[in-house]
């Protein structure tokens, strides 16, 4: 089922869990919008992770899963913020709220 938000005039088709059904629609300022109805408000952490997220799916055309996300956190990050809990200080649902307001599709293994 595909519905749509409204965003500077224009329609945003979404699936029916909220990820948009073209990433390349996506922009910071819709993003905004995207956390907004995760009841997020984004902080320099989360913009990290989000364009984290973001050059994930660009260099692996995938949207990351929690595990390959931490993994790729820790490589680029360390130990302190490249891992879960740190994570779900920021999202309730790291891997399927970042990709979501990231404009990504939903990880292919989150239910």
Known sequence: MITFIEFAGARIAVDAQGYLKDYQQWSEALAEVLAEREGI??????????????QFYLEFNSSPAIRPLVKYLQHHWGADKGNSIYLHKLFKEPAKQATKIAGLPKPARCV
Do not use: M, S
């Open 41 to 54: 408000t984004l902080t320099d952490d989360h913009w990290a992770v989000i364009r984290y997220v973001r």
